[in-house]
């Protein structure tokens, strides 16, 4: 969900939101780090020796160092031995201000309409005592006609040289804390909330659900939308105009929003430069039954930027019991194996047989399977690697790898530390959970994941968990559903380009739009939990970046340097192209320049490519600062949180479109929030609807309670989205739909009874009665998942 505190990760509690501003208002200045090329400092790998001031972190590297020393020099020579001793320390120190962390600061290079300073930005007291003794060195340091003019009267002088921010003025900003603290970190908000922001790759997408590279130097990557159809981007992110792989009259989708079916995974052979080629996950229909199919493709020989299409062979099919679970991650880990991660056969609980299929090592659900498709091109399809756990268990599949899992959603294999290699070849993996817990797991040999026994680090199956025999392995984090309903499996970084991230596995939730991180604690080689929030005020400030994305998190990726990403949607259905790709940046440190550069192959482009358009911008915040008085009233709050509030539209897990509804069972869970009061009450009559619950009571948002059958009750949906909620607002009389609120957002209705669930509007009907549902009083679901709505007149009507 797209909650203010879910998208700002936490930026301030609901209930703390005014204290928290109060003790930001009150910070000296907002720390942004800049250097002259618009970009963040780094830490220079080689040692600098003129500008050691800088030697650990700053805006130069070692060549950048050596001109500054050779400019020094030079303005030097023109000085006998008192001008050097009376002058050279001021010299140094302004030149030096190049490599200053705050270089764009105070040369006022942030401001592309203010021309760039030849000198920093001074503070008065050493403006005036520069003045006084070393004068004579203005037209060697600075050609600026206006320092020239002004040379003769040090008031006015000193008067042009300052900033108009005299926190960021040199030197004092060398001896302010608030500027110095924690410089190179990572930052963090109050409550510890990792600050970091976004770039924008892609857009326009259908439910991209995966992305992957070639490794074979050409840096390009391929993504994959849920109806089938996968797209080559470049290094320059431009589109190619023909897909790479486009199966989608063959894939099982429907127009059901929450539907799991469709494609599911890709992923290239490693020696795919070589051999050309590709193995897909996906569902189909066959007859009456659902099934699972792996798939082996090639390129094309005309066009190394499609497949060949009829290349087609089926590795593997597995008959699928319910239309949810279907899993969906297939990858090569560093043996060279092909890894296919499987669903546990849906509904819910795992009630297949008397341990239910994750349990069952003779069944292929709820498992990963590890198979050898190496050298395939004669003789079987796939062979069973030999040192598979349980090749000689009698009854056992022998493809099985690992068992117990419920419905491994995104799943990753660690490159490893890139001077140490530590945690090389790992496989970490987002278990979906039932109704209490999500879980991160290390995917290891012969181990059991513990579902249906357990969910997270909790018994799901008394009887199953009290087995002594169960022997699973605990997950190395579980966080409880009100977090998120939906995990999303993500990366250990190990990227160039941002070094700070370096061994931080990144993931996210579906549902509530949280990214969140794990770092290991090699003294207790425990997880620790660090939230990842969107940058706010300045801290995103860079050319290129934005600090908000769309809250459906889908998948994360890689790409062929190492660089993070992640794929998330506004509207979660297969026919909206509202799927974005994003690259995590961290603003704080970037790695020297040159470091990270290489010159990709080049590719043989054989039609028409689609240049990359950004649309999302970057979301600005003026905050007051510590000279200006905090408010008295609540106006300026309100309107942050105007300006922060975007709307977003809720739903489940990876939708598609299609044939038939699918057979699957939902699981629900939701927060819990306190009960309002009514505040309104409309008409008597059967479609009526009221809002309730709002703690403020504003008329113009609330739990949605509609009339039916003689009485009123609630609608509990966790498909509940924006169309919906339309159909609400215009009855009520407002224009726009703000908001599609869920998880009992504005309270629990538990004094009624649950009257309408699983709501399809198409936003134009007159009431909530005329749209698609299950039946008056018909439920699957809690009032912990009643659903509301934020109305509004204009677009700008937010929380």
Known sequence: MWY?????????????????????????????????????????????????????????????????????????????????????????????????????????????????????????????????????????????????????????????????????????????????????????????????CLEEVANGLRNPLAMVHANDGTHRLFVAEQVGVVWVYLPDRSRLEKPFLNISEVVLTSHWEGDERGFLGLTLHPDFKYNGKLYVYYSIEIGFDERIRISEFHISAADMNVVDHTSERVILEVDEPASNHNGGQILFADDGYLYIFTGDGGMAGDPFGLFGNSQNKSALLGKVLRIDVNDNDKGPLYRIPPDNPFVHERGARPEVFAYGARNMWRCSVDRGDPVTREGKGRIFCGDVGQNKYEEIDIVEKGRNYGWRAKEGFSCYDKKLCANSSLDDVLPIYAYPHKMGKSVTGGYVYRGCEYPNLNGMYIFGDFMSGRLMSLRENRHTRQWDYKEICMGMGLTCAFPGLINNYHPYIISFAEDEAGELYFLSTEIPSATSPSGVVYKVVDPSRRAPPRACHYDPLPVKVKGKTIKFQPKETLISVELPNSRQEIPDSNDWLEELMRILDKPGLQTTLKPTTTSRAPRSTKSRKGRRRKQGRHRSDAAHQNGAVRLAGDEMGRADRGRVEIFAKGEWGTVCDDLWNTKNAEVVCRQLGYRHALKASKAAEFGEGSHLRILLDDVQCQGTEASLLDCQHAGVGNSNCAHYEDAGVICGNSFDNGH
């Open 4 to 196: 203010f505190c879910d998208i700002f990760g936490r930026f301030w509690h609901s209930h703390l939101i005014l204290l928290n501003l109060v003790g930001f208002f009150i910070a000296p200045v907002t720390s942004h780090p800049q250097c002259l090329d618009f970009k963040p400092p780094f830490r220079p790998e080689d040692e600098l020796q003129f500008c050691v001031m800088y030697k650990y972190f700053g805006c130069c590297d070692y060549a950048k160092d050596q001109e500054l020393m050779a400019k020094y020099y030079k303005i030097m020579d023109n000085f006998d031995y008192f001008g050097y001793a009376n002058c050279a320390a001021y010299v140094q120190g302004l030149l030096c201000q190049e490599c200053s962390p705050y270089a764009a600061h105070l040369f006022d290079a942030e401001d592309s309409s203010t021309p760039l300073r030849t000198i920093p930005g001074l503070c008065p007291d050493y403006c005036s005592a520069f003045l006084d003794r070393c004068e004579s060195t203005l037209p060697l340091i600075s050609d600026d006609p206006r320092v020239t003019e002004l040379k003769h009267n040090k008031t006015q002088l000193c008067q042009y040289l300052q900033l108009d921010d005299p926190d960021y003025c040199y030197p004092h900003l060398l001896s302010n804390e608030h500027l110095t603290k924690n410089l190179g970190r990572v930052a963090e908000d109050p409550e510890g909330c990792l600050q970091l």
